[in-house]
């Protein structure tokens, strides 16, 4: 009887259990991408997207460089767009209609826009016309420092001096009405310029008065909630920092020119105005923006005053200016939250710069903030699962502990 028991015991096995039940295996770890319960990343298709991803963002600057009379407008509206949803929520939560709103929106801005065409646009049409009648004011104030850097170089005593007692030769200048507003503006200018300018403002305004459903869209077209919460996030993060970024920076600037317009009206420097709204408009490209502001404002104080220090001294105000709020006002007022790194800030003047010119250097900060703030809020390293979702994720074949499971359910 016992001999009986053990031969019973060996063949069921430990426990009793007949050898016909089947018996879950036993998986050995294996390491292999997964996320979720019987699902992982499919790695040829990840592979391709990646390939794919790199041809586009290899092409997309010399899309863009080419296609600028439709990228260029359609980019700036949006970005000004974007800077313009507050006003147009509060607006909306004021009762206004979405139309009406999104028009109250671009009427003000169109006005901005054709206040600084008149502090700045005119005034500098008029002093470049001027400009041939000053050189030999110009030359005449550089005299002292042509004299005294030739002795450094015989080559440079030679260039300079040419240019210091060249008779000037005064180009012809055609009689010219300078713009007055910005209809002049586009009437003067090529028809390209004004259908891209009648684009943007369209853009502008038919984004604004589809804001709300554009935004409830994107964020109901999500497949699960978690994709819907990260749109959600990724939409209100681009709209609170570019905005924050362009209204403080905007603030900032204006504040800025008017300091600089001050002091050179007490300098009783012609166009005080004029010279405010181009240290307030190139303010806004970092780095590269009031070192050209300075030039300028150099320029023009040689072009207007005798002696050669006192000329300089509307770029020193500027520089002296712009130093206190670079240092001082701007961390001070925008804080650590729209902290951007130097060496970001330059890629992207860069290269805005190469693909649109001035206006992209302009646009290089905003993008750069809706594209840091989108990847921010995305996540990292998984940007193909956030824009897919679950478009690369696959049944993994080797999970065999799933695969049982399916079969005992479906047997049960």
């Known amino acids: ?129 001027g400009l041939p009648d000053k050189i030999p004011q110009i030359q005449s104030n550089l005299k002292p420092l042509i004299e005294l850097y030739a002795s450094v170089d015989k080559f440079v005593n030679h260039t300079l001096m040419n240019f210091a007692n060249e008779p000037i030769r005064k ?18 200018s090529a028809p390209s310029a004004i259908i891209e300018s009648f684009f943007a403002i369209l853009v502008i305004y038919f984004f604004l008065s589809g804001w709300t459903r554009l935004r ?15 749109t ?20 900032i600037n204006v504040t800025l020119g008017m300091i600089v317009s001050a002091a050179l009206w007490a300098m009783e420097m012609p166009s005080p105005l004029m010279w405010g709204g181009i240290v307030a408009l190139l303010n806004y490209i970092p780095y590269f923006g009031p070192i050209f502001a300075a030039f300028l404002l150099a320029m023009g104080g040689l072009m207007t005053f005798p002696d050669l220090w006192w ?16 240092n001082v006002v701007t961390p001070l007022i925008v804080g650590h939250r729209l902290t951007i790194s130097p060496i970001l800030i330059l890629i992207s003047l860069s290269f805005w710069g ?19 703030t989108v990847l921010r809020a995305a996540g990292k390293p998984d940007i193909a699962g956030f824009l897919f979702e679950h478009g690369t994720l696959v049944q993994d074949p080797s999970d065999a502990r799933a695969q049982w499971r399916n079969s005992r359910d479906q047997s049960g």
Not at 216 to 230: L, Y
């Open 1 to 129: 009887m016992d001999d009986q028991s053990s031969v019973l015991g060996s063949e069921a096995g430990e426990g009793g259990v007949p050898p016909s039940t089947p018996r879950e295996p036993i998986l050995s770890p294996e390491p292999k991408e997964t996320v979720g319960d019987g699902l992982k990343r499919d790695r040829l298709m990840a592979s391709l997207t990646l390939i794919a991803g790199t041809g586009l963002l290899l092409a997309v600057p010399f899309a863009l460089q080419a296609g600028s009379a439709f990228f260029l407008p359609l980019t700036a509206a949006i970005v000004i767009a974007i800077a313009l949803v507050p006003l147009l929520e509060w607006l909306e939560r004021h009762r206004a209609p979405a139309p009406l709103a999104a028009f109250i929106c671009v009427l003000m801005f169109l006005i901005a826009a054709n206040v600084a065409l008149a502090s700045i646009v005119v005034p500098a049409t008029e002093w470049v016309r």
């Open 354 to 372: 190469w693909v649109w010119g001035t206006t992209g250097a302009l646009l290089a900060v905003p993008l750069l903030i809706i594209i840091q």
């Open 311 to 326: 000329a300089l001294m509307p770029a020193v105000i500027m520089v002296g200016a712009h130093l206190i709020e670079a």
């Open 232 to 251: 959600a996030r990724v939409i209100q993060d681009v709209v609170d920092d570019t905005s924050a970024y362009l209204g403080t920076i905007t603030l």
């Open 216 to 230: 409830r869209n994107a964020i109901t077209s999500r497949s699960s909630f978690g994709g819907a919460m990260a």
């Open 171 to 188: 180009p012809a200048v055609m009689a010219t009405t300078p713009p007055r507003s910005l209809l002049d503006l586009f009437a003067t």
